[in-house]
């Protein structure tokens, strides 16, 4: 389900947005807050396991619970900044000349 929602932005931020990939601004408004809310929980999850106790004092049960959050970590980092390169170069790799 999505909500109607009503924006009112700087030209500056229009201008940026009508410059990304997508047919339509609610697509490319809703793409970047989807990127944002990703970095965002990737940041909370972060604070979450620095705040963790330090390995010579976890039980197992603590032990298990910050192997959960690195993976998660590491797994919704990879997704949020992987994507298609815009290089020449990487285009290019595996082709023969």
Do not use: C, H, N
């Not at 009112?8 to 990304?20: E, K």
């Not at 396991?49 to 993976?71: F, K, N």
């Amino acid at each position: 389900m999505k909500a109607k929602v009503s924006l009112t932005l700087d030209d500056s931020l229009v201008d940026f947005v009508d410059r990304q990939p997508g047919a339509t601004r609610s697509q490319k408004v809703e793409a970047a807050l989807r990127r944002y809310r990703d970095a965002w929980r990737d940041i909370q999850l972060r604070e979450q396991l620095a705040a963790t106790e330090s390995p010579e004092e976890e039980d197992a049960e603590t032990v298990a619970w910050r192997g959960v959050m690195q993976e998660a970590m590491w797994r919704e980092s990879v997704a949020a900044t992987s994507g298609p390169s815009r290089s020449r170069r990487s285009r290019s790799r595996g082709r023969r000349s």
